[in-house]
């Protein structure tokens, strides 16, 4: 009877084993190496952003999913608003939001071989508004490395604020003349950055004031730069000045 | 959770069943079915976050075999550079088909699970609440110290209905129990 009940343990253990180990398994096939996107999706409840004296409220429920443009890659996103990718080829590479099957936003990423994508979105209606995005790398880099790697004092991979001017493009993706910056134009991503006007436009709706962006206008970039050979920044938010 | 569900339930089921069958029929019962008290560490998954905590659950017989229970459980972690908490309630019945030193039990609980998320984007605070609604069926073992206080490994797959998804997550605990009366 010992036997009998030892072996039950043993079973248990080794389904507990294996059952657990299905929790961080990606439906994706997920090869050896490659980047890992770790993401959360806001907005499935009654989100609020609180900033300074403003809070906006918004909710709504509807199935996200995520894919990795030009790929198979693809997951939907939790009950709990959780996604993660393993083993997307490095490089630059887009993730592509979908609410029940409709596109609401992409998100452009570049991140080197081993390193760590942490993603945070929030849905709002039908749009898609990034609150923060990191790319961790798992080996630390040398210090020469890393001193190589900064545009305007930010780090590859980190928070970065930049002024300037937009040389080209549009509001979903334009060339900005960086101020403080002698070298070539960064290329912003900003197709689900949050657009802000101030000054005489102040009134102006993010709708609007995305619309508003053109060649010469004076902008303030927050976001994360994504890479320094190129100085591919991806924007959380643009306020535009003028 | 994504994967083998149907594997982690049909285990969970067996090993309830298979040590219901394994405990020794003839040993004298520790005590009847009374009401108890639980209390534990506890770890949940909640889609790919992984979350630690504390869980509460109290019982109160129906029968020999049968228990109304109550489970409370609160836990926290971080997933992608957010920050989660979570806050279970579910109830339901639990069947304990032996009474001796080892008492394997399978349960089946309804409720809901309301998890909070937050990240601080530097000037920006984002939040969110949502409350998803399902089932917990799972099992354990309680291991008898005395009349009073037993030990409980408890395992629970969680089924639960959010954002248009269906996310199954397990859930361990391990803890104390208290039994009430004789």
Redesign the interface.
Known sequence: ?KR??LL?WV??VI??V???G??????TAPSAGGVVV???????????????DTQTSAAQ????TVKVDGTSLSV?????????FTGIPSGTFTLVFLA?GVEIGRVVVTAEEGSEV???V?VTESTLVV??I?VESREPKDATTSSSCVVNGGKAGE?IELEGTVASGSSTQFDLTATGRSSADVVVNAGSASFKCNGSAKTTSATECKASLKTGSRVHV?GTLMSCATAQVTA?EVMVQK | MRAGPVLALAATLGLAASLAGAAPRGAAPATSNAPGLFAGYSYAEAGDASLHGLGLSGSYPLGVTLSLVLDLSGHDGSFAGADFGQLGLMAGARWTPSSGRFRPFAEGLLGGVRTSVSVDGGDVRVSDADTDWGLALGGGLDYGLNERWALRALFHLRFLHGEGAWDTDPRLAVGAVFRLGR
């Open positions: 009877m009998r009940m039950s079973m248990a389904a507990a294996v059952t657990g299905c929790g961080s398994e990606s439906p770790q993401g959360v999706v806001l907005g499935g409840g009654a989100s609020s952003v609180a900033a300074a429920a509807k199935k996200v939907d996103v939790s009950a709990s608003g959780t996604f993660q029940d942490k993603i945070v929030q609150v923060e990191k928070r927050r959380i």
